[in-house]
Nanobody, 116 residues
Protein backbone atom coordinates (compact mmCIF):
# COMPACT_ATOMS: atom_id res chain seq x y z
CA UNK A 1 0.00 0.00 0.00
CA UNK A 2 1.24 3.46 -0.91
CA UNK A 3 -0.36 6.53 0.62
CA UNK A 4 -0.69 10.00 -0.91
CA UNK A 5 -2.18 12.86 1.07
CA UNK A 6 -3.64 16.02 -0.44
CA UNK A 7 -5.97 18.89 0.30
CA UNK A 8 -3.98 20.94 2.76
CA UNK A 9 -3.45 24.65 2.51
CA UNK A 10 -3.58 28.00 4.24
CA UNK A 11 -6.87 28.95 5.84
CA UNK A 12 -8.06 31.51 8.34
CA UNK A 13 -9.22 30.47 11.79
CA UNK A 14 -12.79 29.27 11.63
CA UNK A 15 -12.37 28.01 8.09
CA UNK A 16 -12.60 24.51 6.67
CA UNK A 17 -10.48 22.09 4.68
CA UNK A 18 -11.01 18.58 3.38
CA UNK A 19 -8.02 16.27 3.27
CA UNK A 20 -7.82 13.20 1.08
CA UNK A 21 -5.69 10.09 1.37
CA UNK A 22 -5.39 8.01 -1.78
CA UNK A 23 -4.10 4.49 -1.35
CA UNK A 24 -2.73 2.23 -4.02
CA UNK A 25 -3.27 -1.51 -3.99
CA UNK A 26 -6.27 -3.65 -3.28
CA UNK A 27 -5.71 -4.16 0.42
CA UNK A 28 -6.76 -0.70 1.62
CA UNK A 29 -10.13 -2.00 2.68
CA UNK A 30 -8.51 -4.43 5.11
CA UNK A 31 -6.85 -1.81 7.27
CA UNK A 32 -8.16 0.38 10.05
CA UNK A 33 -6.86 3.82 9.12
CA UNK A 34 -6.18 7.12 10.76
CA UNK A 35 -5.10 10.69 10.30
CA UNK A 36 -2.00 11.73 12.17
CA UNK A 37 -0.52 15.19 12.51
CA UNK A 38 2.82 16.58 13.56
CA UNK A 39 3.38 20.20 14.47
CA UNK A 40 6.87 21.71 14.62
CA UNK A 41 8.65 20.63 17.76
CA UNK A 42 5.90 18.22 18.76
CA UNK A 43 5.41 14.49 18.53
CA UNK A 44 3.15 12.98 15.92
CA UNK A 45 -0.35 12.43 17.24
CA UNK A 46 -3.32 10.43 16.04
CA UNK A 47 -6.27 12.77 15.63
CA UNK A 48 -8.89 10.52 14.04
CA UNK A 49 -9.30 6.85 13.21
CA UNK A 50 -11.78 4.68 11.37
CA UNK A 51 -12.33 0.93 11.24
CA UNK A 52 -11.69 -1.03 8.06
CA UNK A 53 -15.36 -1.05 7.12
CA UNK A 54 -15.93 2.52 8.18
CA UNK A 55 -18.52 1.65 10.79
CA UNK A 56 -16.74 3.13 13.78
CA UNK A 57 -14.67 6.25 14.29
CA UNK A 58 -12.66 7.81 17.09
CA UNK A 59 -11.31 11.29 17.62
CA UNK A 60 -8.80 13.02 19.82
CA UNK A 61 -10.44 15.35 22.30
CA UNK A 62 -8.76 18.31 20.62
CA UNK A 63 -10.68 17.78 17.36
CA UNK A 64 -13.87 16.11 18.53
CA UNK A 65 -16.92 17.86 17.13
CA UNK A 66 -14.89 19.71 14.50
CA UNK A 67 -13.28 16.96 12.38
CA UNK A 68 -14.99 14.08 10.59
CA UNK A 69 -13.16 11.06 9.22
CA UNK A 70 -14.62 8.91 6.47
CA UNK A 71 -13.51 6.44 3.84
CA UNK A 72 -14.61 5.03 0.51
CA UNK A 73 -13.15 1.56 0.13
CA UNK A 74 -14.31 1.28 -3.47
CA UNK A 75 -12.11 4.27 -4.27
CA UNK A 76 -9.37 3.30 -1.81
CA UNK A 77 -9.60 6.78 -0.38
CA UNK A 78 -9.97 8.25 3.08
CA UNK A 79 -11.02 11.77 3.98
CA UNK A 80 -10.79 14.21 6.84
CA UNK A 81 -13.29 17.05 6.89
CA UNK A 82 -11.94 19.77 9.14
CA UNK A 83 -14.24 22.55 10.26
CA UNK A 84 -13.84 25.42 12.70
CA UNK A 85 -10.09 25.26 12.27
CA UNK A 86 -7.87 26.77 14.93
CA UNK A 87 -4.25 27.96 14.76
CA UNK A 88 -3.29 25.00 16.94
CA UNK A 89 -4.44 22.67 14.14
CA UNK A 90 -1.45 23.85 12.10
CA UNK A 91 0.64 20.77 11.30
CA UNK A 92 1.64 18.32 8.61
CA UNK A 93 -1.14 15.77 8.28
CA UNK A 94 -0.46 12.17 7.32
CA UNK A 95 -2.67 9.16 6.81
CA UNK A 96 -1.59 5.70 7.85
CA UNK A 97 -2.85 2.47 9.28
CA UNK A 98 -3.90 2.15 12.91
CA UNK A 99 -1.77 0.87 14.48
CA UNK A 100 1.07 1.88 12.22
CA UNK A 101 2.18 -0.98 9.99
CA UNK A 102 5.95 -0.70 9.80
CA UNK A 103 6.11 -2.23 6.32
CA UNK A 104 4.05 0.66 4.86
CA UNK A 105 5.95 3.82 4.12
CA UNK A 106 4.73 7.19 5.28
CA UNK A 107 3.61 9.54 2.52
CA UNK A 108 4.90 13.08 2.27
CA UNK A 109 1.88 14.44 4.11
CA UNK A 110 -0.04 17.62 3.46
CA UNK A 111 0.58 20.92 5.23
CA UNK A 112 -2.29 22.62 7.00
CA UNK A 113 -1.69 26.16 8.17
CA UNK A 114 -4.34 28.06 10.10
CA UNK A 115 -3.82 31.77 10.54
CA UNK A 116 -5.31 33.71 13.43
Amino acid sequence: VQLVESGGGLVQAGGSLRLSCAASGSTFRLYPMGWYRQAPGKQRELVASITSGGGSTNYADSVKGRFTISRDNDKSTMYLQMNSLKPEDTAVYHCHTVPVARYIYWGQGTQVTVSS
